[in-house]
């Protein structure tokens, strides 16, 4: 499985992105697809995750309300819709995808219950 993350770029505070996770190699139907983010000098942190058999999503409290985490079957692809953006925001973001039939969403927080990740996507946000 490969996961391509893109999207990310430079945007004003107040701005919005789109990243995008693309697929290959295997479905992401029933994967639970997790974002995640990690700014110089700290630890990768969760960012928002989608459970695959009930599509239920969960977010971080931080990006709650701002960030939406939607995922199409036929394009094989997982977006994270980043609206409001804020200077803290900055950070490369990751998308990964668990295969486990049975995860939880509390277990999709933690990066350990991910089975492939992307590359990153860089995203900046000026004050």
């Known amino acids: 499985v490969q996961l391509q993350a893109s999207g990310g770029g430079l945007v004003q505070a107040g701005g919005s992105l789109r990243l995008s996770c693309g697929a290959s190699?295997?479905?992401?139907?029933?994967?639970?697809m997790g974002w995640f983010r990690q700014a110089p000098g700290k630890e990768r942190e969760f960012v928002a995750a989608i459970r695959g058999s009930t599509t239920t999503t969960h977010y971080a409290g931080s990006v709650k309300g701002r960030f939406t985490l939607s995922k199409d079957n036929a394009k094989n692809t997982v977006y994270l819709q980043m609206n409001r953006l804020k200077p803290e925001d900055t950070a490369a973001y990751y998308c990964a995808a668990d295969y486990a039939p049975y995860s939880i969403l509390s277990q999709l927080m933690q990066p350990s219950a991910y089975d492939y990740w992307g590359q990153g996507t860089q995203v900046t946000v000026s004050s």
């Open positions: 190699g295997r479905t992401v139907r029933n994967a639970g």
